[in-house]
């Protein structure tokens, strides 16, 4: 403690009971149901706030001397318990690292550290007519960092890339407390892209502390379309033909019809059938060949029109809608989730019908397919449940996980499109990696031989979570 507030200041480290219950979880649902059981499990022991790359590095020094474990924290927003201090030590809180250091216009580069919020981020660009594209619906709530760390993937991806698209350079502490700053520049071949390394280590290989990101000018046009197909099939063929046409809309999802009558609804529209909503954005030209194309191949392909109103009403709400769950979660009873998969074109209604069958048993299912790509695409499953009791809560909560897990991966599909690993899906990650875990195992031992960082994340180094018998073997 004494050396931590020698690097940080006295008032930039806690050890208050508020602090430390605020950072023992993230937005996990399991940990909201611990939270409303009144339990606090892996506090941490204390909290730091350092103001600087250099007190990033001392803190690595202070907690590598000692082999206090130490677990880099963005904003909390993570839904799958990775930020989650399962082994107490320090919680590094990076968002006062939230400077934009530099933003080069001819290059289209801006260059921010970690702990800025996305929204931030974001609003400093537009002011200046850039924007970098990344929006997950955790905007206000989610920093630079944590995307990188957890290979995000925002709502308009299918234009502007995911999290690993966009980074052009990243500068980070690693495990050993050296500073890394790797080149600027759009493609390089020199070995293995170290880069991606870090992005999706969730924490466990040292402190990702700025990132030189790819921008774009602001769009001047924006245009929504939006059909109702019978059913998921033709919808997703409609999305397939215009993603291998080599076009990039920037918002394309398919809801399937539990989704959809939820999703008309809210804008006071009723139809049988599955919605397929488009966002296109760009200039003039780019915008006028994508919509004709777009409604060339709905129409053709059998689906009725809906006009722009579904596609603006999900645009203006759509930051609102995850936070939603937070209504049902302090029922001593309800539990919600969402499930995000991946796979390719050829797979995805097996995949689709494999989590479904399997939920089934368990919980009320919607899905939407979203994060397009000429090859496949994702799906968002959001399920509703209820326990037998409150005491039962965690139970019910991780049977319906075990299914929908162990059916996404008989199905073939990824477990993990965009939200990552955390506590929730490590023995599943091991069962999807195969021989490559192991290969990560190694990377981890040779880089945090004493298991400093994040241990027990993405379940390198004991979980004593897994240990209460909740994450079972996969
Ligand atoms: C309502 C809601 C909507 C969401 N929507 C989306 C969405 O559209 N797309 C999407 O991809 N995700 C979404 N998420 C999930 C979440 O917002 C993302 O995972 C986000 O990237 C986490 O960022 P954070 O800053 O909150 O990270 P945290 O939750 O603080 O941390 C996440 C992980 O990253 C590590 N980490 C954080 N910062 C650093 C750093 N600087 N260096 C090294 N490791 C670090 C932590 O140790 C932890 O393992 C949503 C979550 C919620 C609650």
């Not at 990243?170 to 790797?182: F, N, Y």
């Not at 000018?217 to 215009?242: D, K, N, T």
């Amino acid at each position: 403690m004494d050396e931590v507030r020698a690097v940080v200041g006295a008032g930039h480290v806690s050890t208050g009971q508020t602090d430390r219950w605020g950072y023992g979880r993230d937005l996990w649902p399991q940990a909201q149901i611990w939270q409303r059981q009144g339990r606090n499990p892996f506090p941490p022991d204390l909290v730091a706030w350092p103001g600087s790359v250099a007190e990033v590095q001392q803190l690595v020094a202070v907690c590598r001397k000692h082999r206090v474990p130490l677990v880099p924290y963005g904003a909390g927003s993570g839904v799958c318990g990775s930020a989650i201090p399962e082994h107490g030590g320090l919680v590094m809180d990076l968002k006062r690292l939230s400077a934009i250091r530099h933003l080069d216009p001819v290059s289209g580069l801006v260059e921010a550290e970690a702990g800025l919020i996305g929204q931030l981020l974001e609003d400093q660009l537009h002011a200046q007519g850039w924007t970098m594209g990344h929006y997950p619906s955790s905007i206000n709530s989610s920093t630079l960092g944590g995307y990188l760390a957890t290979r995000s993937a925002g709502q308009l991806s299918s234009r502007y890339g995911k999290i690993e698209d966009m980074v052009v350079a990243l500068e980070a502490v690693l495990p050993d407390g050296q500073l890394w700053r790797s080149v600027p520049t759009p493609r390089s071949a020199t070995g293995p892209d170290l880069k991606q390394l870090l992005i999706g280590s969730e924490g466990t290989l040292g402190v990702i502390t700025a990132a030189t990101m790819r921008i774009w000018p602001l769009p001047p046009v924006r245009q929504f379309q939006s059909y109702v197909f019978p059913s998921v099939g033709p919808g997703l063929e409609a999305m397939r033909e215009i993603m291998q046409k080599g076009l990039r809309p920037a918002v394309v999802r398919l809801y399937d019809e539990a989704d959809t009558s939820l999703a008309l609804g809210s804008v006071g529209l009723e139809a049988e059938g599955c919605l397929l909503i488009w966002m296109l954005e760009g200039d003039d030209a780019g915008v006028e060949l994508e919509s004709n194309a777009v409604s060339d191949t709905c129409l053709r392909r059998g689906g009725i029109s809906m006009g722009r109103k579904p596609g603006e009403h999900w645009y203006a709400h759509r930051h609102s809608m995850g936070y939603r769950q937070a209504q049902i979660l302090p029922d001593p009873t309800g539990l919600v989730d969402t499930f995000e998969v991946a796979t390719t074109w050829a797979n995805l209604i097996p995949l689709y019908d494999a989590v479904r069958r399997a939920l089934k048993q368990h919980a009320y299912t919607m899905a939407h397919f979203s994060h397009a790509y000429p090859e496949g695409c994702s799906i968002y499953f959001t399920a509703l449940w209820e326990a037998e009791n409150p005491e039962s809560s965690e139970d019910a909560y991780r049977a319906a996980w075990d299914s929908a897990l162990s059916a996404c991966r008989e199905a073939g599909g990824t477990i993990s499109h965009h939200h990552g690993i955390g506590r929730q899906k490590a023995a599943w990650l091991k069962a999807e990696l195969g021989p490559a875990y192991d290969m990560l195992t190694t990377i981890k031992q040779a880089l945090d031989p004493d298991n400093i960082f994040n241990p027990g994340n993405l379940g390198l180094g004991p979980s004593r979570w897994m240990a209460t018998g909740a994450g079972r073997d996969a």
